[in-house]
DNA sequence: ACAGCTATACCGGCTGGACGGTATACATTT
DNA sequence: AAATGTATACCGTCCAGCCGGTATAGCTGT
């Protein structure tokens, strides 16, 4: 009894996966059908071209960093700065039970297959992250602070995807904190 | 008079002129080609595989950060904090006359084909990376908040590698206020 | 001073394989 | 029997790399 879109599932998985392991030029139809164990026909009656394909992996990607944001969101009793909290910990926090790095595995390599293919394939993302970041900016503190925030998480998860050498797990602590107090420390409004 | 080396320069620039327009998938070696005014034949003299193009422009990507970072330091009569602040320049500031952001750009065709085709082409990239690294955390006040200044100063150039929407030009002005601030307002050492 | 030789720089056609996409047949469920 | 899902065979195109050339400059012995 499987699911009905659990073959869509296994291959934006196998995308993900071959991306990984031989680069966005190595993202073959045929390599995906192959990992995904379906023929090449089942994979294109569920993605009818190589675009759709790459659009269903950042189209899931957005779903999930949406979802997380908003329980995060959901889960945080203080008002002020959860967003800037939720956005440390979905972009910066380090592998968690439950899911554990595979959404950042699969943020990976989606944006690095749509770089590759073509840049507008990025835009539905950008959208999103427009918009978290001004409500970022809105929600506590004062702007700059917040936006510096906000960028030391960004170089946490973007310097991953070129797995550029991350910090030591205690220079990470440490600096997680720091962005802790500063998005806690400090309310908006009335000093 | 055309030095020796001139048709390699013109066929690493065609290469990244041809990432930027047409993507790492777009990056044929008739496109390069072409795009540099040189045959198929010439091009595959110069650079006897696609790889080893590669190669050449993430090689020249490494000596124009390298020798960018050397005349910074020489340049900043304070010792201390001058990694930090080289840093800072060279990947967050904005356009600069002379060279404006060619460089820029050639990074980010570079990083974009490299990781598209093979992630240890960045190898080398990430040696440099590492070292200049160290010499930040150690030239310069609490090292927690040099590392926060640098990965303030990644996400700034990282995110324009997919055109993640930058910051107005006043927040990006009072960031870079901000972590000039931070690395020049402490010393190191005795208190 | 020039014939012969070699190295450097560049040219463009060719090929074998891979890739995206189509067509169509087969299977399973409803 | 219609709809849905999966499989196989095939087509046209594109591409990396190869190869046989050309042109020019520099060297060398005579």
Do not use: C
């Not at 972009?91 to 790095?101: D, I, M, N, R, W």
């Amino acid at each position: 009894m499987k699911g009905k879109t659990d073959t869509r599932k296994k291959i934006l998985d196998a995308a993900s996966a071959v991306v990984l392991s031989r680069g966005a030029t190595g993202l073959t139809l045929d390599q995906v059908a192959k990992e995904a164990g379906v023929s090449k026909g089942g994979l294109l009656y569920h993605f009818p071209s190589k675009e759709a394909l790459l659009r269903g992996m950042i189209e899931r990607v957005i779903a999930d960093f949406e979802s997380s944001m908003v329980d995060r969101i959901a889960q945080d009793p203080e008002e002020n700065g959860r967003y800037l909290r939720a956005y440390i910990s979905e972009a910066a926090a380090p592998p968690e039970p439950g899911s554990p790095q595979e959404r950042r595995k699969r943020l990976q390599s989606a944006l690095i297959a749509a770089v590759a293919v073509d840049n507008r394939l990025l835009d539905p993302l950008r959208e999103r992250y427009k918009l978290y970041q001004e409500f970022v900016e809105k929600d506590v503190i004062d702007s700059v602070e917040a936006t510096i925030v906000r960028l030391v998480a960004d170089a946490m998860w973007l310097s991953s995807l070129f797995d550029i050498p991350t910090l030591t797990e205690e220079m990470q602590t440490k600096v997680l904190n720091h962005l802790e107090k500063i998005s806690s420390g400090r309310r908006k409004g009335k000093p």
